[in-house]
């Protein structure tokens, strides 16, 4: 198998993203380019790379927290609509990228993509929207 | 409420889509632009704009067949990997782009998307397609 840092938690994945919160299903990490703010990605503990090798439990428990993870994002950021992606061609680990979009803001009406600026925070912004995330994702799973 | 055209099924629906099949939580379209051999579209019956408004029922039954469709394009069409989407800033009814994506074809290893020309197909065609995806769905929900 080709190596997957989904699965490794190495360097390329800390460049890329913050660990939130391990769930039953996924890890939540914060996207380390906030040009969308609040942008996360979900991923599958499992190395699994099509929604139709998990069973049917999996596959709801997954959406459930992803689902879980985006009304955390339009609790604390009010987005004018969340964007939802599973692309994943050369890194085929499933995860899903929940993206706000903010009404008027950058790429809203369009997809969202990569093509900008990558627009990175201090340390100290990570943690508080790492922490942030974390504290209402607990909260609506109670 | 503004005006959906997944509510309404007008003809700007029909413009950019043809039925496949209703199913319990959703109905499945063929996208007309064909330019990703199987693309289709899986809008939720109802309209609701963002997952966490469903119930646990409704979310996982609307993501088991977003699942059944990629599995009938996948038993199909042997894609190197699918995609799959929720935008809608602009059109915000639930929906799912699921694009399967061929090795080293076009777009491969990037997002899709739509700035390149679309590759319409004839009647015929999108008759044949429509019947091959629908059988192959009723042939995994059996």
Known sequence: MDTCFYCEKNEKLDSLMIPIVELEYSNVYLN???K??????????????????LD?????????EVTT?????????????????TFGDLVPHLH??????????LQ???PFDDSVPKQLCS?????????????????LRQ
């Open 32 to 34: 380390r380019d906030q």
């Open 36 to 53: 969308h703010k609040g942008r996360c990605i979900v991923a599958l503990k499992q190395h699994k790379t099509e929604y139709f090798q």
């Open 56 to 64: 049917s439990t999996q596959n709801a428990g997954f959406f459930a």
């Open 69 to 85: 993870v985006a009304k955390a994002l339009q609790n604390l950021f009010n987005p004018g609509k969340i964007n939802y992606a």
């Open 96 to 105: 899903v990228h929940v993206v706000p979009k903010y009404v008027d803001g």
């Open 108 to 110: 809203w009406g369009a």
């Open 123 to 139: 340390e100290a912004e990570y943690q508080r929207l790492v922490q942030q995330i974390e504290k209402e994702i607990e909260n």
